[in-house]
T-cell receptor, first 117, second 116 residues
Framework: GAVVSQHPSWVICKSGTSVKIECRSL??????MFWYRQFPKQSLMLMAT?????????EQGVEKDKFLINHASLTLSTLTVTSAHPEDSSFYIC?????????????FGEGSWLTVV | GDSVTQMEGPVTLSEEAFLTINCTYTATGYPSLFWYVQYPGEGLQLLLKATKADDKGSNKGFEATYRKETTSFHLEKGSVQVSDSAVYFCALSGLAGGTSYGKLTFGQGTILTVHP
């Protein structure tokens, strides 16, 4: 089946620095990808919808300038956490929609654990 | 807006016990419904899905039926195993094939622990 890959799986960064997380669809083109955030022992919350070739659509309460999303190609979306702070430490996970499959199957990446120290 | 409410956990069962995790939803139109599973330290895996009323999704012994009249999508398994211990998320999305499909609203998750 289709695969979505995220990188890195784990990242530790210093407070005030930026970190980039990649989400790739390995064997299908994804015009739309989604970024979620999950705090410990909580559910996943949609942060934004990443649209290939256009600006991302952010959910209410998500800072656009802090969480930069770029979807420059049909197989890659990136999430950059700018000027990271300890409260940004979380599990970030992406998903992509495979329009080829019946029902437009949604595939998730493995997720990325971000720790800001 | 759309919302998903799951049975609060954690749920602790003995091996071979019957499992039910309740899930109800609020949504406009005809959403697609999903159950995802998250094993410790891993990402999300699709367990099963249903895209229209009365559809039954099934996988690995788990089942859930899309009940529009009760706006529910309860997860069941007849005989759980230790390896089923994980966090289970109920979720909904827009109509399959529609523009909002893939934008998931998740329930709060239910932790399942199965003892030998």
């Amino acid at each position: 089946g289709a695969v979505v890959s995220q990188h890195p799986s784990w990242v530790i960064c210093k407070s005030g620095t930026s970190v980039k997380i990649e989400c790739r669809s390995l064997d299908f083109q994804a015009t739309t990808m989604f970024w979620y955030r999950q705090f410990p022992k909580q559910s996943l919350m949609l942060m934004a919808t990443s649209n290939e070739g256009s600006k991302a659509t952010y959910e209410q309460g998500v800072e656009k300038d802090k969480f930069l999303i770029n979807h420059a190609s049909l197989t890659l979306s990136t999430l950059t956490v700018t000027s990271a702070h300890p409260e940004d430490s979380s599990f970030y996970i992406c998903s992509a929609r495979d329009r080829r499959e019946p029902g437009n199957t949604i595939y998730f990446g493995e997720g990325s654990w971000l720790t800001v120290v | 807006g759309d919302s998903v409410t799951q049975m609060e956990g954690p749920v602790t069962l003995s091996e071979e016990a019957f499992l039910t995790i309740n899930c109800t939803y609020t949504a406009t139109g005809y959403p697609s419904l999903f159950w995802y599973v998250q094993y410790p330290g891993e990402g999300l895996q699709l367990l099963l899905k249903a895209t229209k009323a009365d559809d039954k999704g099934s996988n690995k012994g788990f089942e859930a039926t899309y009940r529009k009249e009760t706006t529910s999508f309860h997860l069941e398994k007849g005989s759980v195993q230790v390896s089923d211990s994980a966090v289970y998320f109920c979720a909904l999305s827009g109509l399959a094939g529609g523009t909002s499909y893939g934008k998931l609203t998740f329930g709060q998750g239910t932790i399942l622990t199965v003892h030998p």
